[in-house]
């Protein structure tokens, strides 16, 4: 993940340098295309990484999307633009959509604290819907502890079906940690919070939240290839992930193994690169409760002015 971080890093970094950001009149997309393959194709020579799938979209400027290198280090298999890649933290804005859909029928509100949907949550009866979805609740992140993180090194390794875990689970790992901060007087992102959010929207449709995904979210956007699966697994074909640092577990490992199921609400959906431009373009516009989706925005800004995806995406709130 912190590979794929510095990579989007680099990407952003070569738009502005090769002008594609302020799109020179003189820069034709052919010529900023071009460019484009140039950087990343040093970048992930320099990175040493398998492959990339790279998109970028500036509507009548450019559009792009282009496959580097192998999906597979094992078979040699090339990475394909259509392959399935696990999203991770993406999958956050699935989650934020789901609980403002509730809260627009009318069923949730922000204002409710948690312990009304998920018992023994430290502080329960203080940390509301809303502290969670702006990652202001406090609660320690269990991707911090040794506990998952020991796991996630010795268990993945061995397999992809390793490695299974529950949402009640991962929440009492981080719950055995002390709180970061009492609920509501600072910021800090934690997974635990969206999985929490996920728990809400089980209990209050009574359906498992993959099935809500798809008939409340990925249908309606005509997302056909993305999915939350129910046990993990990856769709064929999909790009697979290493670990180059080797924490635990030795160098180079497929650290992905064809599961995607540990972050659960707060990153276990996964979707091909057309699937992710299509849900930036069309989310805040097919979906309802935009003015929730405005307010929302607006709060984290003021809050946490460099905290920003642009105007679509909402922040890490």
């Given amino acids: 993940?912190?590979?794929?971080?510095?990579?989007?890093?680099?990407?952003?970094?070569?738009?502005?340098?090769?002008?594609?950001?302020?799109?020179?009149?003189?820069?034709?997309?052919?010529?900023?295309?071009?460019r484009l393959d140039t950087a990343i194709e040093a970048r992930i020579a320099q990175m040493g990484i398998p492959g990339a799938i790279v998109a970028l979209s500036i509507p009548g400027q450019i559009e792009y999307a282009k496959a580097f290198g192998v999906s597979d280090t094992a078979t040699g298999e090339p990475m394909l633009v259509n392959d399935f890649t696990r999203i991770g933290s993406v999958t956050k804005t699935f989650t934020g959509t789901a609980i403002l859909q509730l809260v627009d029928q009318g069923k949730i509100?922000?204002?409710?604290?948690?312990?009304?949907?998920?018992?023994?949550?430290?502080?329960?009866?203080?940390?509301?819907?809303?502290?969670?979805?702006?990652?202001?609740?406090?609660?320690?992140n269990y991707t911090d502890t040794d506990e998952f993180l020991n796991r996630v090194y010795t268990e993945l390794p061995t397999g992809p079906e390793a490695f299974t875990t529950t949402p009640r689970e991962l929440i009492d790992a981080a719950f055995r940690?002390?709180?970061?901060?009492?609920?509501?007087?600072?910021?800090?992102?934690?997974?635990t919070n969206t999985v929490l959010l996920g728990m809400v929207v089980e209990k209050v449709t009574g359906i498992?939240?993959?099935?809500?995904?798809e008939q409340n979210i990925f249908g309606p956007l005509g997302l056909k290839r993305t999915s939350y699966p129910p046990n993990g697994s990856m769709p064929i074909p999909f790009a697979h992930g290493y670990n180059k640092a080797g924490r635990v577990g030795p160098s180079g490992y497929d650290g992905l193994g064809g599961r995607v199921g540990q972050g659960h609400a707060a990153a276990a959906r996964h979707a091909g690169a057309a699937d992710?431009?299509?849900?930036?373009?069309?989310a805040g516009h097919q979906l309802r409760f935009r003015h929730l989706q405005c307010e929302r925005l607006a709060r984290a800004q003021r809050r946490h002015p460099r905290l920003h995806h642009g105007r679509r995406l909402p922040a890490r709130t």
Avoid: W
């Fill in 109 to 140: 509100a922000l204002s409710d604290p948690i312990s009304r949907y998920v018992d023994g949550v430290p502080f329960g009866d203080i940390i509301t819907l809303d502290l969670l979805g702006r990652m202001r609740s406090g609660l320690p």
């Fill in 208 to 213: 498992p939240l993959g099935e809500y995904f």
């Fill in 276 to 282: 992710q431009q299509r849900q930036l373009r069309c």
């Fill in 177 to 191: 940690q002390p709180m970061e901060f009492p609920p509501g007087t600072d910021f800090k992102y934690s997974n």
């Fill in 1 to 34: 993940m912190r590979a794929v971080k510095r990579m989007l890093a680099f990407v952003a970094a070569s738009m502005m340098s090769i002008g594609v950001g302020v799109a020179p009149a003189h820069a034709s997309p052919d010529d900023l295309a071009s």
